[in-house]
């Protein structure tokens, strides 16, 4: 069964960063889309960035272009989101994805994985 588990998530002033973390196993890993979700209490779920397989392709959410970078390390089966100038309105729980429709940054349901979440707070 594959394992997803993120983390990094801490407490930080506006204007910070943040790198989270994720891994996965090795195979899925290998051969899978990832990325990153976020929700905030009393949101919706949402799109913050993806990756495919390879590297080759990303996409980000209109919201975060310009201050997160979507990564992956495929010596040490790592996928990382670094998040530069953080806002308030940032503050959510994130999510760690795997298998998923990458062009769209969306869960292929019933297919894709993820991770338990870390929790991102930005105060003012």
């Known amino acids: 069964q594959a394992q997803v588990m993120e983390s990094g998530g801490d407490s930080v002033q506006a204007g910070g960063s943040l790198r989270l973390s994720c891994t996965t196993s090795?195979?899925?890993?290998?051969?899978?889309?990832m990325g990153w979700f976020r929700q905030a209490p009393g949101k919706e779920r949402e799109a913050v960035s993806c990756?495919?397989?390879?590297?080759?392709?990303?996409y980000y959410a209109d919201f975060v272009k310009g201050r997160f970078t979507i990564s992956r390390d495929s010596k040490t089966k790592t996928l990382y989101l670094q998040m530069n100038s953080l806002k308030p309105e940032d503050t959510a729980m994130y999510y760690c994805?795997?298998?998923?429709?990458?062009?769209?940054?969306?869960?292929?349901?019933?297919?894709?994985?993820w991770g338990q979440g870390t929790q991102v707070t930005v105060s003012s």
């Open positions: 990756i495919n397989s390879d590297g080759t392709y990303t």
């Open positions: 994805a795997a298998n998923l429709n990458v062009r769209t940054c969306a869960e292929a349901s019933g297919r894709t994985y």
């Open positions: 090795g195979l899925l890993f290998t051969y899978a889309s």
